[in-house]
């Protein structure tokens, strides 16, 4: 596996910690219908969270919010719509970002972004 995808699935474990810490419930992780994915389905205080993970090595300059596109933002409202088809019933839904860059000698850093739309 390459670095790169290896450091991802280590932001996502590190990913649900955090949310859960925050009292997040975690409902699905990498949730997928066809070519379509989704990092974190979580829900709080009523609320469905559609949860873009990103995760980076620390470098000055380069947040790891900042690759989240509005080509991956419209991708990410398609797999919510058929999610949405699939598990009808929720009334509120929020997308989210939660940026992750990882350091060498001191705790990483999450940042969330909380209703977003690009």
């Not at 649900?16 to 994915?37: C, F, M, P, Q």
């Not at 409202?77 to 997308?95: D, E, N």
């Amino acid at each position: 596996m390459a670095l790169h995808n290896e450091l991802g699935e280590e932001g996502e474990k590190m990913a649900v910690d955090w949310l859960k810490e925050k009292g997040y419930e975690i409902l699905h992780l990498n949730w997928r219908y066809s070519h379509y994915e989704i990092d974190i389905i979580a829900r709080k205080n009523s609320i469905l969270h559609i949860i873009e993970v990103k995760c980076r090595r620390f470098f000055p300059g380069v947040c790891p919010e900042e690759k989240v596109t509005r080509k991956k933002f419209k991708y990410l409202q398609r797999a919510t719509t058929r999610f949405l088809f699939l598990h009808p019933g929720y009334k509120w839904i929020q997308y989210d970002i939660l940026a992750i860059t990882v350091h060498r000698n001191k705790e990483a850093e999450y940042f969330l972004l909380q209703d977003v739309f690009l």
